[in-house]
T-cell receptor, first 113, second 114 residues
Framework: GAGVSQSPSNKVTEKGKDVELRCDPI?????LYWYRQSLGQGLEFLIYFQGNSAPDKSGLPSDRFSAERTGGSVSTLTIQRTQQEDSAVYLC???????????FGPGTRLTVL | DQQVKQNSPSLSVQEGRISILNCDYTNSMFDYFLWYKKYPAEGPTFLIS?????DKNEDGRFTVFLNKSAKHLSLHIVPSQPGDSAVYFCAASEGSGNTGKLIFGQGTTLQVKP
């Protein structure tokens, strides 16, 4: 079956612009997570969705970051007024429940010039 | 505050030998641990997991050992193959009632030489 997909695969933007990153989880997976990986670092948790609700947003680094999920499926991560330190690979993962193995997408590489 | 640490950034082993990747954690509330493998330009792929009620879990060439008293886990790959060359991340999550979010180590780059 289809895995987690993310788009775009690469995004180059200028400082100060807004960007939207999309995640299509595995069908039927109720839990969805966003992480980011900065250069040479491990994955850093950003936000967790259960259905369309986000009970844990503790990892969002600033109020420039927001995310939503609609129909219990697709999720969009929005970064407003991008800064150079936002440059990273943004990874989405889904899971059939809120514990256990998470299935990751290929990520979106964001470069802020 | 790094709750999950992989202190070896890289490891090189010969094909056929054992690879041992180590991971330490500080949060005693962690009760579920996972290892992921990552190739360049791909998302992490799940390898193996272990619950805190166990001290060992085996799946083919991969075995994970958990030492709760030392807050230490390790991944053993035997025998190592060139295709195992990748970045390996350990991850941990807290007990029931939590969101299941994973806390990752920084990763260890494994190179298996033919």
């Amino acid at each position: 079956g289809a895995g987690v997909s993310q788009s775009p695969s690469n995004k180059v933007t200028e400082k100060g612009k807004d960007v939207e990153l999309r995640c299509d989880p595995i069908s039927g997976h109720t839990a969805l997570y966003w992480y980011r990986q900065s250069l040479g670092q491990g994955l850093e948790f950003l936000i967790y969705f259960q259905g369309n609700s986000a009970p844990d947003k503790s990892g969002l680094p600033s109020d420039r970051f927001s995310a939503e999920r609609t129909g219990g499926s697709v999720s969009t991560l929005t970064i407003q007024r991008t800064q150079q330190e936002d440059s990273a690979v943004y990874l989405c993962a889904s899971s059939p429940q809120d514990r256990g193995e998470q299935f990751f997408g290929p990520g979106t590489r964001l470069t802020v010039l | 505050d790094q709750q999950v640490k992989q202190n070896s950034p890289s490891l090189s082993v010969q094909e056929g030998r054992i690879s041992i990747l180590n991971c330490d954690y500080t949060n005693s509330m962690f009760d579920y641990f996972l290892w992921y493998k990552k190739y360049p330009a791909e998302g992490p792929t799940f390898l193996i997991s272990i619950s805190s009620i166990k001290d060992k879990n085996e799946d083919g060439r991969f075995t994970v050992f958990l030492n709760k008293s030392a807050k230490h886990l390790s991944l053993h790959i035997v025998p190592s193959q060139p295709g195992d060359s990748a970045v390996y991340f350990c991850a941990a999550s807290e007990g029931s009632g939590n969101t299941g979010k994973l806390i990752f180590g920084q990763g260890t780059t494994l190179q298996v030489k033919p």
